[in-house]
């Protein structure tokens, strides 16, 4: 199969090389298009590799009928509409740790900048003034350095700060605590603590609904009186408009902006203020920095389509090679112990809860726990609707609540996995575990504990544990032509009930369902159809 690529934003040679150096990529150039333009040409393609300019909206999304890979040359991805690319089953990658480096030395140098009110006294200079007295700085040595959001690039510029015999502090819930002592950062434990105490702030932090004005006047308010505040990361997290205020107000001593909420900026009140350095989003606008990213981007997005190996994906399940040998045995079994407990199910799915257990307990659960997901929603989605991307979506749309719990130890077993499925007042419970390290097997269904091979057409027979019984479902099977592949029956006691999971080589017709069911001491038999293999990871 050949494959359609765009190229809606300008990429570096090297970067384009990559794609057009693969024989199953066509790639198509085409920057500056129109939201309205993009939306009719995005159509045939099944990648697009983008970096800042190009929006993908709700609208440009909803005509890419065949696009299976957004491929972002860069960490930011608040041009992309993620939740209905998801919807769509279509992947979003970023290629994060390529501007780093480039981003934190803006941060320093923007620091420096307002340190040393190095614009303003270089513009009274161009104007052939010479007001050395006007433009005293401050020293850096000795200042403390707030950084709130200590992630990659906060962790450099921690790095830079700490040279600069800055004191730096960090608020960031996910940071390591230990990481942070080694890079001569003293965390803390809320935004509140840090923001009395630091003279410069620097915002690294990720844009989200959480962090959408999370820098406000409430905050503004807490701060040290002749602070300076430091934005290299996403417009918005700053309310601009507070911002203004609290420099026009004397509270903000000036302010250095290399990211705004509106981009370009239309309201010039802030970027017209003198205290304000700013520049037209540039930090990751080092040649080195280009060049890494759209290599990253360029592969990645190959390596997707062309290998179906994903990597730094936002809404799809993100597994390295070496584990993936070892997931992959288990992302088949999961699947079909989902298809299984939903058609064993009469009424809407409402509740899964998943142990994982054993040697299982230990890998990466999230692509398990996808996958499953998947299986699950399979018996009634239109074949193809389905994929790793918008399967957890679909069934949170659904109101379907999903959870799981890992065991390092499984009982009988070296590894085990058990699904429970509540829909309305009935509970089903499907358990699995592997043979021999690969051959996926049903091990529980409904507390009968059996062996069955999750392949193929299957019958799952409830029924009487009396003489006769097994006997009577080969009869009916024979007098109807289908041959038995595998047969497995577990019971709990002797003379109550038991359950007889049967895989057949042909799809039994309704007629022989109802044979079954005819039987005096057979309790309902249905048939469960699981494929003949998995789905693609």
């Not at 994060?96 to 620091?111: F, K, Q």
């Not at 997931?327 to 058609?343: D, I, R, W």
């Not at 019971?491 to 369902?513: K, Q, S």
Request: hydrophobic fraction near 45%; charge should be negative; include cysteine.
């Amino acid at each position: 199969m050949t494959y359609n690529v765009l190229i809606s934003d300008k990429l570096p040679a090297e970067g384009l090389a990559i794609l057009e150096n693969e024989p199953d990529i066509d790639v198509t150039v085409k920057t500056g298009m129109t939201p309205e333009q993009l939306t009719e040409f995005i159509k045939p393609f099944h990648g697009i590799v983008i970096r800042s300019a190009t929006k993908l909206t709700e609208q440009v999304l909803a005509g890419a009928d065949n696009l299976k890979v957004i491929a972002r040359a860069g960490a930011g991805v608040d041009n992309i509409d993620v939740p209905a690319a998801t919807r769509r089953g279509i992947i979003v990658m970023n290629t994060p740790g390529g501007n780093t480096v480039s981003t934190a030395e803006h941060a320093v140098a923007m620091l420096m900048a307002l340190a040393r009110r190095i614009y303003p006294a270089c513009e009274s200079l161009k104007a052939g003034r010479w007001d050395k007295k006007l433009y005293v700085g401050t020293e850096l040595t000795g200042k403390v350095l707030g950084i709130v959001g200590v992630g990659r690039v906060g962790s450099e510029v921690a790095r830079r700060a700490v040279g600069l015999r800055m004191k730096v502090i960090g608020f960031d819930p996910y940071f390591d605590r230990a990481r942070a002592a080694e890079l001569g950062v003293e965390m803390l434990d809320n935004l509140d603590d840090l923001l009395p105490r630091a003279n410069f702030i620097t915002i690294h932090t990720p844009m989200s609904e959480k962090t959408r004005g999370f820098i406000g006047a409430q905050q503004f308010d807490r701060m040290k009186p002749g602070v300076a505040l430091i934005n290299c990361a996403r417009g918005g997290i700053v309310d601009e408009a507070a911002l203004a205020h609290a420099i026009q107000a004397g509270k903000v001593a000036g302010a250095a902006l290399d990211v705004f909420a509106e981009e370009p900026p239309t309201d010039r009140t802030l970027i017209d203020l003198p205290q304000v350095v700013c520049t037209p989003h540039l930090a990751a606008s080092t040649t080195e920095a280009q060049l890494v990213v759209a290599q990253r981007a360029a592969q990645q997005l190959r390596d997707a389509l062309i290998d179906g190996e994903v990597r730094f994906a936002l809404n799809a399940p993100t597994v390295e090679p070496e584990e993936a040998a070892k997931l992959q045995p288990y992302l088949t079994l999961v699947e079909k112990m989902g298809m299984l407990a939903s058609q064993l199910c009469d009424k809407p799915v409402q509740k899964v809860e998943v142990r994982y257990s054993g040697e299982v307990a230990d890998l990466h659960l999230k692509p398990l726990t996808t996958r499953l997901t998947l299986g699950l929603l399979q018996s009634f989605m239109e074949p193809g609707a389905l994929n790793m991307v918008n399967a957890p979506a679909i069934a949170a749309e659904r109101g379907i609540e999903i959870s799981e719990t890992r065991r390092s130890v499984a009982r009988n077993f070296l590894t085990a996995i058990r699904v429970e499925v509540h829909a309305g007042e009935d509970v089903h419970v499907v358990g699995g575990t592997l043979f021999g390290r690969d051959r996926p097997r049903i091990i529980e269904i409904d507390d009968f504990y059996l062996e069955s091979v999750p392949v193929g057409n299957m019958l799952v027979i409830p029924n009487k544990d009396c003489p006769g019984v097994i006997g009577s479902i080969g009869r009916i099977l024979g007098d109807h032509g289908i041959n038995i592949a595998h047969l497995s029956n577990g019971r709990r006691d002797v003379g109550g009930f038991a359950l007889t999971v049967v895989n057949v080589d042909a799809l039994p017709a309704p007629e022989v369902i109802d044979a079954l069911n005819s039987s005096e001491n057979i309790l309902g038999a249905k048939l469960v159809r699981l494929g003949d293999g998995g789905s693609q990871p």
